[in-house]
C-alpha cells in the first residue's frame, strides 16, 4: 500500500471515530440534568398555562429527567399547609412553583425559605429586559447582601374594564368615561336582552378572586398610590368610598348582578357567554371573552373583531399590575432542574405568548411580549404597562386582609352594613393584622 492510500485509510478511520463520537451525543444540555422534578402549579394554570405540553418539551430536551406536574388550590388555605409542610418535614414535596401572590408568599419570603434568582438575571432574563410593572412587584429584598428576586413573575394581569362592543354599539353607547356614565350605560344595558334573556349591565367582582384588586385599582387610577404614608391601605381614600358606593348602586338598582357570590366565575362565564356587557376583572377576561365569541372559531386575533374590548378605571394616574409568581423552597431536591425548567419553559417565548392568545395571561418579559400579534387589547394593557403601576399589598397578613376586604364588601352590599361601618371594620381589622413587609 502506497503511502497516499495509508494516509487515505488514516483519515476515512478518524472521520470514523468523530461521526461515531458525535452520533452517540444525548441532547442533554451541559450541566446533564437528571432526577426527577416535581412542579406544583395552581390548578387553573395546568389548561392555562400549558403546563402538560411545558413538561413533554423539557423531558425531550433533558431525556434524564422526569417531570411530574401536581396541583395545589389558589385562594384557600393551601398555601399555609405548603410552608407548614416545608418547616416541619425539612422537605419539600415540589421542587418548583408556579402560582401564588406576593401576599400569599410573604410569610416564606419574610422567612428566607425561598431560593434567590440571582443567577440567572443575565442575558435575555437580565432586569432590564423585564416588564417593570410585573419585576418591581416581585423585586424584593433576600436575607443576604445583594440578594433579591426571590420570586419571579411568570404570568402578568393588569385590571381594567371589559365590555362587549357588539352590545355597547347596538344599545347606542360608548365606552365609560366617569362612573356617572358606567352607570348609565349598565343600566341601560340591563333594561335589554339576549336570546330572551335579561342582559346584565355590570356583573362586578364581590369575591376573593378580584374584589380587593378592583378597589386597589380603583384608588390608583385616582391617587396615584391606595396606601397611605406609612404603608398601610388608605381605607379612608374618597376614591375608594367612590368605588365602594358605586357597586352598591349597581346592585341595588338591579343594573347587574352577583352571580360572583355563589360562583367564582360567574362575571367571566357570563360575559363569554355573550349575557353580561360588562366586567372589572383581570386583563385575562378579554381573550377569554373574545375567543368565546369570535365568529370564526379557532383564530386569533379574532378576524372580525374584538368583540371584548377594554376601558380603564378613572382617573389616568396609574394601572394595577400583578403577577403569579415562580419560585423555589430552599429545601427543593432537584434545585437545578428547577431553574433550568423555570428558563426554558416557563419564561419561554412559546408558553408566555401561548398563554396570552389563548387566555389573556399576559408575558413578563418584554420580548415575549413583543412576539405576540397585532390585536387591540394587547396594545391597551401594553400602554398600561408603559405607565405608572402599582402591585398589590405584599404583607404577611395580607390573605388575610383580602378576605377581610371580601367579607366586609358582601356584608355592605346586602345592606347589613352601613359605608362608614365597613370602613371601620376595615380599619380595625388592618390594626390587627401583620403588615409586615418583605425586606429580608
Not at 432574563?125 to 420570586?151: C, H, N, Q, R
Not at 362586578?204 to 384588586?213: M, Q, R, S, V, W
Not at 371584548?308 to 399590575?321: E, M
Not at 376586604?405 to 352590599?413: C, K
Request: proline fraction near 3%; include cysteine; charge should be negative.
Amino acid at each position: 500500500m502506497n503511502t497516499f492510500s495509508q494516509r487515505l485509510l488514516t483519515l476515512i478511520f478518524v472521520a470514523s471515530l468523530c461521526l461515531l463520537s458525535v452520533t452517540n451525543l444525548q441532547p442533554v444540555r451541559a450541566d446533564n440534568l437528571s432526577g426527577k422534578l416535581v412542579v406544583d402549579v395552581e390548578s387553573w394554570m395546568i389548561d392555562k398555562y400549558n403546563m402538560k405540553e411545558l413538561a413533554a418539551r423539557f423531558m425531550k430536551d433533558h431525556p434524564n429527567v422526569e417531570v411530574e406536574v401536581i396541583t395545589h388550590e389558589g385562594l384557600g388555605a393551601s398555601y399555609q399547609n405548603i410552608f407548614l409542610e416545608w418547616a416541619q418535614t425539612k422537605a419539600s414535596t415540589a421542587d418548583l412553583y408556579f402560582g401564588g401572590l406576593i401576599s400569599q408568599l410573604s410569610p416564606v419570603i419574610i422567612d428566607n425559605a425561598l431560593l434567590p434568582w440571582d443567577e440567572i438575571m443575565t442575558g435575555d432574563l437580565a432586569p432590564d429586559k423585564w416588564i417593570k410593572g410585573f419585576l418591581s412587584y416581585s423585586e424584593v429584598p433576600g436575607a443576604k447582601d445583594g440578594e433579591k428576586y426571590l420570586t419571579l413573575p411568570g404570568l402578568g394581569e393588569t385590571i381594567n374594564f371589559q365590555y362587549n362592543t357588539k352590545l355597547f354599539e347596538s344599545a347606542g353607547l360608548k365606552a365609560p368615561t366617569s362612573y356617572d356614565e358606567l352607570y348609565t350605560a349598565a343600566c341601560k344595558l340591563a333594561a335589554m336582552k339576549v336570546n330572551d334573556k335579561s342582559l346584565l349591565g355590570f356583573e362586578g367582582e364581590y369575591n376573593l378572586n378580584f374584589a380587593p384588586d378592583t378597589w386597589m385599582a380603583a384608588v390608583t387610577a385616582e391617587e396615584g398610590t391606595y396606601l397611605t404614608a406609612d404603608g398601610k391601605p388608605n381605607w379612608d381614600s374618597a376614591a375608594g368610598k367612590r368605588w365602594i358606593e358605586f357597586q352598591k348602586k349597581i346592585v341595588d338598582n338591579k343594573c347587574g348582578g352577583t352571580s360572583v357570590l355563589t360562583d367564582n366565575n360567574g362575571a367571566r362565564n357570563a360575559l363569554k357567554a355573550g349575557q353580561a356587557a360588562i366586567i372589572n376583572a383581570s386583563n385575562s377576561r378579554l381573550s377569554e371573552g373574545s375567543v368565546a365569541l369570535c365568529a370564526e372559531k379557532d383564530t386569533f386575533p379574532c378576524k372580525s373583531g374584538e368583540t371584548i374590548q377594554a376601558f380603564d378605571y378613572f382617573g389616568g394616574k396609574g394601572t394595577l399590575a400583578f403577577s403569579h409568581q415562580i419560585y423555589i423552597p430552599r429545601v427543593a431536591k432537584n434545585i437545578n432542574a428547577a431553574r433550568a425548567f423555570a428558563k426554558e419553559q416557563l419564561l419561554s417565548s412559546y408558553a408566555q405568548t401561548w398563554s396570552a392568545m389563548h387566555y389573556g395571561k399576559m408575558p413578563t418579559i418584554w420580548a415575549n411580549y413583543d412576539a405576540l400579534p397585532k390585536n387591540v387589547n394587547f396594545d391597551h394593557v401594553r400602554n398600561e404597562l408603559k405607565g405608572d403601576t402599582q402591585g398589590q399589598w405584599v404583607y404577611r397578613d395580607g390573605q388575610l386582609l383580602r378576605q377581610l376586604y371580601v367579607d366586609n364588601l358582601q356584608s355592605y352590599l346586602s345592606g347589613k352594613i352601613t359605608l362608614d361601618e365597613m370602613i371601620s371594620k376595615l380599619k380595625d381589622g388592618t390594626d390587627k393584622a401583620d403588615l409586615t413587609v418583605p425586606k429580608g
